[in-house]
């Protein structure tokens, strides 16, 4: 069975770092893309970056204002993705949620949530002091 698991979440405030980690298992991870897709309060859910099997990366313009600060990457041997985040603002309050692509052996990775499959339960951000 697909299972993912987000973990690193929790309160942090303005200015912290923090990284997120998503295990993964039940699928050959290393032929699927992952994602990280952020919902804050009150919004609909955005990609915040994704990555190929073989470690392309692909940051979504629905998070322009984090650019620079934050950086996806995946370690195959482990079956984990990560979402290192820096500077952060409240604004970056959210539930975060990792997923796998629908399809396997992608080149580049896609960024929009409808191309996501499987999907962890999320772990929550706070941004606060």
């Known amino acids: 069975e697909v299972q993912l698991v987000e973990s690193g979440g929790g309160l942090v405030q303005p200015g912290g770092s923090l990284r997120l980690s998503c295990v993964a298992s039940?699928?050959?991870?290393?032929?699927?893309?992952m994602s990280w897709i952020r919902q804050a309060p009150g919004k609909g859910r955005e990609p915040v970056s994704c990555i190929s099997a073989d470690g392309s990366v692909t940051d979504a313009p629905e998070v322009d204002s984090m650019k620079g600060r934050y950086t996806i990457s995946r370690d195959n041997a482990k079956n984990t993705t990560y979402l290192q985040l820096n500077v952060l603002k409240p604004e970056a309050t959210a539930v975060y949620y990792c997923a796998a692509a629908q399809n396997p052996y992608l080149w580049v990775a896609h960024c929009p949530a409808d191309e996501y499959a499987h999907w962890g339960q999320g772990t929550q951000l706070t941004v606060s002091s």
């Open positions: 039940g699928f050959t991870f290393n032929i699927y893309a």
